[in-house]
């Protein structure tokens, strides 16, 4: 069972940034993509970005795009969210996961970390 560690949450300003950390507890091998999802008080969870851990590949949401960034380390079975130009819209709780190979669907989900942004 993979587990994922989220980090980095907090309080900040509006325009102030913010980076985000999961750690993965196995080897990334296993894996496909890893995902990063918030969900705002009184709202469904939405999709924020995606990376492929073999190919890089990446994909945002168009309220996070030119803001938002995810990376990825392998060698630390580590993906990043450096978050910027903050805005209050994109305070709520924010989830790493992770699909494996073939699946289409998430499969393995963190804790959540919050990240609240005031205006």
């Known amino acids: 069972q993979v587990q994922l560690v989220e980090s980095g949450g907090g309080l900040v300003q509006a325009g102030d940034s913010l980076r985000l950390s999961c750690a993965a507890s196995e080897r990334t091998f296993r894996l496909n993509r890893m995902g990063w999802f918030r969900q705002a008080p009184g709202k469904e969870r939405e999709f924020v970005t995606s990376?492929?851990?073999?190919?890089?590949?990446?994909y945002y949401a168009d309220s996070v795009k030119g803001r938002f960034t995810i990376s990825r380390d392998n060698a630390k079975n580590t993906v990043y969210l450096q978050m910027n130009s903050l805005k209050p819209d994109d305070t709520g709780v924010y989830y790493c996961a992770a699909t494996n190979y073939g699946s289409r669907e998430y499969d393995y989900w963190g804790q959540g970390t919050q990240v609240t942004v005031s205006s």
């Open positions: 990376i492929g851990w073999s190919d890089g590949s990446t």
